[in-house]
């Protein structure tokens, strides 16, 4: 740069920003660029002499302090309201300058830094020459930068080689928190293309045998960087981001251009994890999470390695590792960690199913059985052995052979079989120890029946031991007194198992590992009320989908059936409940959910519940009562072949042209998942009354499962027993039972066959034309007592179907819809528009719309209805999420109503009119409840056509309408 007058007048800037967005992955920091357009400009750069600036940027005022390096100069600003800028102004091509920084702006998860890089025009830029009389106002800085502005901070300890590494990272992590040594983990390359990393690159900030005052940002010319970098802190992430010259692009440190790396702080090398540990708490109690929790995952790594086996450092080794984990879960929440959260809340969950399935009262019980079974295996050794030699010394004292020959025969016979009595003893406790602790979480009363067969074994070989002793001559007192001695090890032992009360302390130590395990998911739940998204909060429940199955499965194995239900519902349906809180769509109010909660949920609703849990190989199945009472149920499956056969089931059930033999592999599917889902179910827990609602709560691919349709052991459709009403979840129903509802005769508002309608959107195939629902739709409207509202054809479109909505007691539409978002993508951000417009229905095409209606636009419609028939195709599908369906009946129920009514396939249209005309005549002509009167709609196409299901297995009833 040369040494030009300063600027005074504005020069407008070209900028390219590239948001460096931080995350986390399997325990390690990964970086994504990506363009965001334009920066805004740059007004002026106004460097003083006295090493101040001044500028303006995307109207923002910028006050920093600056220096010079080479040709080129050094800033470091505040930039609005919590922003930073820091960054080189170099020299280009007359009258060109770059301005290359880090713009850091506060996120939801902790600062976000950009990478700018502005191209200004319109005029030299630069540093005022200064007066070579006067001295120098800023630094020069050739080769190296100075590493902030102002003196170092001396220390006159001498460096000490003796102190190990925990030891030096701990005098580095009490100066300011850019010092220290980092790993660059994150470089994009020259280009800002590709990321590449560079795990070896260690580069040390900073000298804890020589500390010197680093401040943040810093620069300086470290090892392991190519050259002069700026270095800035992201937050209190425990991660930084740098710019280090390109010197691909051209000679110079200051000529070549800058890209971004990003940094990790590096760990202490050390297999302490007492020491490591010690450490990290220190670290946590200064505020400094971002340097503890690398700190704390190291030591929990060593720790872990330390459980295998059965010995008292293990032990001790969970008591240190259950306390850390505890902090490690603070530290990630504090450092918005969402992934490191989870994984620490499953650790958690592991700990804790270790201590309920081996706490002290069971090791207590292992460590005195198999220590009285080797002491009583030692005594039966000594038996044998003394009585080969007690009985030659005893037999001297008595005159001729044969009375010693008896004699010694005699005592042999005692000596054996006490020593037999002992060993056979021995081998029983070790059966009945291994049979108690062999399967953790053990079952209280399977221990306290353990202890007691123990107690039993020892007693009987005491008496045996002392009946013995008894009948032993006076002259064999040696052996005598071993009998009695091991008589008498029996007796104490047993009467210590008795003092110990094995099965008690297991109970009560089970009833702690639930304590400790209830309060896991407030973290989670407090996670998703810092989310304003609605898709945010869906990542967010179906990223801890594995913490939630290994909470569920620790709570079912400790027998306490109520919180594994607690903690299932928990997992789900949260996003969706908090949508059902609010009176503005995409804009949740949060709300936890716990064991009083839901007791009340249960309480209100009044009606039986089978809720079901499918995680890997485990089905658990909640069957419960209407007054809360829950009966739980746990079955191993096949996911892939469950999962395979729910595809199959929809791929007949869609066939074109379906013949005699796939209608009977059809029927077998749903025997077979009607065998599997619903043999688990407590029976005796749902009504005798067959119209009586009965709420099923599906879980994974289990919502794609038409639940009525399933075929029992007796050949029967579940519909023939219950009428089936559908949720994602419990949390739910509050929101959906404090809607109004309107007390007048039922009114209609029907959108019936629109034309012309869109061509598929992704697919481009036409929609066919329902003419035959449109020339037999009066006989369902004639039954509402209300009277009904029916546009058609070219009326049917977006802007009658909006004020539709606003005044009647059933929407209506007779239409088109299809699901093509089967699955989530990966990452939230990506849910774009065009993805987030799946599934959909059709209206009439005109001139403003283009007659596809997605999620988006329903969540506007607010409709007054109650009830909504969707007499769609495959109207009920979605993407499977953790949340639910992601699809139409989600959007509906959130926008107004309290159920809907479609279809999970493809339902012929003469079909669905004969279906939804007799679900009419039934609700409306006899009066019944809508589940009652869907239940009956299904039974009559059931008894019309037996050996058909594809023609009634499709209609199912979503939310809970009264």
């Known amino acids: 740069m040369t040494s030009a007058g300063t600027p005074r007048c504005p020069v407008p800037a070209v900028a390219l920003a590239r948001t460096l967005a931080l995350s986390w992955s399997a325990g390690r920091p990964r970086a994504t660029w990506s363009t965001a357009g334009d920066a805004g400009d740059l007004r002026y750069w106004d460097p003083n002499p006295d090493g101040t600036l001044r500028c303006r940027l995307d109207g923002h005022s910028l006050t920093g302090r600056w220096w010079r390096c080479g040709d080129g100069l050094v800033a470091v600003t505040a930039y609005g309201d919590g922003q930073s800028l820091e960054g080189f102004l170099t020299a280009g091509p007359a009258p060109t300058s770059t301005l290359t920084a880090l713009l850091l702006r506060p996120g939801l998860d902790g600062p976000v830094p950009t990478h700018l890089v502005?191209?200004?025009?319109?005029?030299?830029?630069?540093?005022?020459?200064p007066d070579p009389d006067e001295p120098e106002p800023w630094p020069e800085v050739a080769g190296g930068f100075d590493d902030a502005p102002g003196p170092a901070e001396p220390d006159d300890t001498p460096p000490d080689p003796r102190v190990d590494a925990v030891d030096r990272h701990r005098r580095w992590l009490d100066r300011p928190a850019l010092p220290g040594r980092w790993l660059v983990v994150e470089d994009p390359g020259p280009a800002g293309a590709d990321v590449g990393r560079a795990d070896d690159a260690v580069i040390d900030i900073?000298?804890?045998?020589?500390?010197?005052?680093?401040?943040?940002?810093?620069?300086?010319?470290?090892?392991?960087?190519?050259?002069?970098?700026?270095?800035?802190?992201?937050?209190?992430t425990g991660l930084a981001v740098a710019l280090v010259p390109d010197r691909t692009a051209g000679p110079g440190p200051m000529r070549g251009g800058w890209r971004p790396v990003v940094l990790r702080r590096a760990t202490p090398a050390s297999d302490d994890p007492a020491a490591l540990r010690a450490l990290a708490l220190d670290r946590y109690a200064a505020g400094r999470p971002e340097q503890a929790v690398p700190l704390a995952n190291t030591a929990v790594s060593l720790y872990l390695a330390r459980l295998d086996g059965d010995t008292p450092s293990a032990e001790s080794a969970a008591v240190d590792l259950a306390l850390l984990v505890h902090s490690q879960i603070v530290g990630a929440f504090a450092l918005r960690d969402y992934p490191a959260l989870l994984d620490g809340l499953s650790l958690a969950v592991r700990l804790t199913r270790r201590h309920a399935g081996s706490p002290p009262a069971l090791t207590l019980l292992r460590r005195l059985v198999v220590d009285t079974a080797d002491l009583l295996r030692d005594q039966a050794a000594l038996l044998r052995a003394a009585a080969g030699r007690i009985i030659p010394d005893a037999?001297?004292?008595?005159?001729?052979?044969?009375?010693?020959?008896?004699?010694?025969?005699?005592?042999?016979?005692?000596?054996?079989?006490?020593?037999?009595?002992?060993?056979?003893?021995?081998?029983?406790?070790?059966?009945?120890?291994?049979?108690?602790?062999?399967?953790?979480?053990?079952?209280?009363?399977?221990?306290?029946?353990?202890?007691?067969?123990?107690?039993?074994?020892?007693?009987?070989?005491?008496?045996?031991?002392?009946?013995?002793?008894?009948?032993?001559?006076?002259?064999?007192?040696?052996?005598?007194?071993?009998l009695t001695g091991t008589a008498e090890l029996a007796a104490s032992r047993s009467d210590a198992l008795r003092r110990a009360d094995v099965g008690r302390a297991t109970a009560a130590s089970r009833r702690a590992s639930r304590a400790s395990a209830s309060p896991l998911p407030g973290y989670v739940e407090r996670w998703r009320a810092l989310l304003d998204r609605d898709w945010d909060r869906i990542f967010a429940a179906e990223q801890a989908v594995g913490f939630f199955a290994r909470l569920v499965e620790l709570l079912t194995d400790l027998g306490d059936g109520w919180a594994a239900l607690v903690a299932s519902e928990q997992s789900r349906a949260r996003a969706f409940a908090d949508l059902l809180r609010t009176d503005?769509?995409?804009?949740?109010?949060?709300?936890?959910?716990?064991?009083?909660?839901?007791?009340?949920?249960?309480?209100?609703?009044?009606?039986?519940?089978?809720?079901?849990?499918?995680?890997?190989?485990?089905?658990?199945?909640?069957?419960?009562?209407?007054?809360?009472?829950?009966?739980?149920?746990?079955?191993?499956?096949?996911?892939?072949?469950?999962?395979?056969?729910?595809?199959?089931?929809?791929?007949?059930?869609?066939?074109?042209?379906?013949?005699?033999?796939?209608?009977?592999?059809?029927?077998?599917?749903?025997?077979?998942?009607?065998?599997?889902?619903?043999?688990?179910?407590?029976?005796?827990?749902?009504?005798?009354?067959?119209?009586?609602?009965?709420?099923?709560?599906p879980h994974g691919v289990l919502l794609r499962v038409p639940f009525p349709a399933l075929i029992m052991p007796d050949g029967r459709p579940l519909a023939t027993r219950h009428a089936i009403e559908l949720l994602p979840g419990l949390a739910v129903l509050p929101g959906l039972r404090t809607r109004v509802r309107h007390d007048r005769p039922v009114r209609l508002a029907a959108l019936v066959n629109p034309q012309p309608m869109p061509p598929h959107p992704t697919r481009g195939i036409a929609f066919p034309a329902l003419y035959g629902t449109e020339r037999d739709f009066g006989a369902i409207a004639r039954q509402y007592p209300g009277g009904a509202r029916i546009v058609r054809g070219a009326e049917a479109n977006l802007a009658a179907l909006a004020d539709l909505a606003r005044d009647a007691d059933v929407l209506y539409l007779a239409t088109h819809a299809d699901a093509a978002l089967v699955e989530l993508p990966a990452d939230p951000a990506a849910v774009d528009r065009e993805a987030a417009s799946l599934p959909f229905f059709v209206v009439a095409r005109t001139a403003d719309h283009d007659g596809i209606v997605d999620m988006e636009a329903v969540l506007?419609?607010?409709?007054?209805?109650?009830?909504?028939?969707?007499?769609?195709?495959?109207?009920?599908?979605?993407?499977?999420?953790?949340?639910?369906?992601?699809?139409?009946?989600?959007?509906?129920?959130?926008?107004g109503p309290t159920a809907l009514l479609t279809a999970l396939c493809e339902v012929g249209e003469e079909t669905s009119m004969r279906f939804l005309y007799e679900f009419h005549r039934e609700w409306l002509g006899a009066g019944r409840s809508v589940p009652a009167a869907v239940r009956r709609a299904q039974v009559c196409l059931m008894t019309e056509e037996p050996t058909a299901p594809e023609l009634w297995l499709g209609f199912v009833l979503f939310g809970a309408h009264r």
């Open 860 to 895: 506007r419609l607010r409709p007054d209805a109650d009830l909504v028939v969707l007499a769609c195709c495959r109207g009920g599908r979605g993407a499977v999420a953790a949340d639910g369906v992601i699809g139409l009946a989600r959007a509906f129920l959130v926008s």
């Open 584 to 697: 503005v769509p995409g804009r949740p109010a949060g709300s936890a959910l716990d064991a009083p909660a839901l007791a009340a949920i249960l309480r209100a609703h009044g009606h039986s519940v089978v809720e079901y849990f499918l995680h890997d190989c485990r089905l658990t199945v909640w069957t419960v009562r209407a007054d809360g009472t829950p009966v739980t149920a746990v079955r191993v499956v096949d996911p892939d072949a469950l999962t395979g056969e729910i595809d199959r089931l929809h791929a007949l059930a869609e066939h074109p042209a379906i013949q005699t033999g796939q209608r009977h592999e059809l029927t077998a599917l749903l025997t077979r998942l009607g065998t599997l889902l619903w043999a688990p179910v407590a029976a005796d827990l749902l009504p005798d009354d067959p119209d009586e609602p009965v709420t099923v709560v």
């Open 395 to 482: 037999a001297a004292g008595h005159a001729g052979a044969d009375a010693t020959a008896g004699y010694a025969g005699a005592d042999a016979a005692a000596g054996h079989a006490g020593a037999d009595a002992a060993a056979d003893c021995a081998a029983r406790l070790r059966r009945l120890v291994a049979a108690a602790v062999q399967a953790p979480p053990d079952d209280p009363d399977a221990v306290a029946s353990a202890t007691a067969a123990c107690r039993a074994a020892l007693d009987r070989t005491a008496r045996e031991l002392r009946r013995l002793a008894a009948a032993e001559a006076a002259d064999a007192q040696p052996l005598t007194t071993l």
């Open 206 to 236: 900073g000298d804890p045998a020589t500390p010197a005052s680093v401040r943040d940002p810093a620069w300086f010319d470290p090892p392991g960087l190519s050259g002069p970098s700026l270095v800035r802190l992201v937050g209190n």
């Open 118 to 129: 502005l191209r200004l025009r319109g005029g030299p830029v630069g540093a005022p020459k």
